[in-house]
T-cell receptor, first 112, second 111 residues
Framework: QKEVEQNSGPLSVPEGAIASLNCTYS??????FFWYRQYSGKSPELIMF????GDKEDGRFTAQLNKASQYVSLLIRDSQPSDSATYLC????????????FGTGTSLTVIP | DGGITQSPKYLFRKEGQNVTLSCEQN?????MYWYRQDPGQGLRLIYY???????QKGDIAEGYSVSREKKESFPLTVTSAQKNPTAFYLC??????????FGNGTRLTVT
């Protein structure tokens, strides 16, 4: 069983602050890493993906990957109340096809 | 617009009945997946298919069955053998090493 672990939270930050979400994974063969946002009762939507060590920035979002430490994080700058959701970390590994494994998610609340 | 369509959005069934959830995609993706999500939990893989007429079991396949007769379609049947079928079911697709694209989900309630 390939493990993906996240702090379930809840994580609360004030509006305008930086939210930091963390994820660790057990399979060193994992090749691709994703962050999804899921609003209550809705399906997950892709926020960021990263394949190489280092940082990747897209607007207010930055994904950070450290394969040696098997660690991936998501930073949300200038957090807004609309960012309040559950954030799912996912990793993929090519076994018999591309398989995706998800963490249990971190609940984020941005306080106005 | 391309996307994944799951139907119905809500489904209610009596215990002991089989039920089939529909998933159709027009993204021309090769791979399709079914996940189950329970409250406060992550997504657990039920079945996945990389090509037509071929599929593999995921981590929680017991009590479920699938077919992949067309590239666009990957229906999931929840059988009466599934002990706790009430859940949120998500269909997804991908191509090569691209991210998963999800449908809007089907919320199944069995009483």
């Amino acid at each position: 069983q390939k493990e993906v672990e996240q702090n379930s939270g809840p994580l609360s930050v004030p509006e305008g602050a930086i939210a930091s979400l963390n994820c660790t994974y057990s399979d060193r063969g994992s090749q691709s890493f994703f962050w999804y946002r899921q609003y209550s009762g809705k399906s997950p939507e892709l926020i960021m993906f990263i394949y190489s060590n280092g940082d990747k920035e897209d607007g207010r979002f930055t994904a950070q990957l450290n394969k040696a430490s098997q660690y991936v994080s998501l930073l949300i700058r200038d957090s807004q109340p609309s960012d309040s959701a559950t954030y799912l970390c996912a990793v993929s590994t090519w076994v018999t096809g591309n398989q995706f494994y998800f963490g249990t998610g971190t609940s984020l609340t941005v306080i106005p | 617009d391309g996307g994944i369509t799951q139907s119905p959005k809500y489904l209610f069934r009596k215990e002991g009945q089989n039920v089939t959830l529909s998933c159709e995609q027009n993204l021309n993706h090769d791979a399709m997946y079914w996940y189950r999500q329970d409250p406060g939990q992550g997504l657990r893989l039920i079945y996945y298919s990389q090509i037509v007429n071929d599929f593999q079991k995921g981590d929680i396949a017991e009590g479920y069955s699938v077919s992949r007769e067309k590239k666009e379609s990957f229906p999931l049947t929840v059988t009466s053998a599934q002990k706790n079928p009430t859940a949120f079911y998500l269909c997804a697709s991908s191509i090569a090493s691209s991210p998963l694209h999800f449908g809007n989900g089907t919320r199944l309630t069995v009483t």
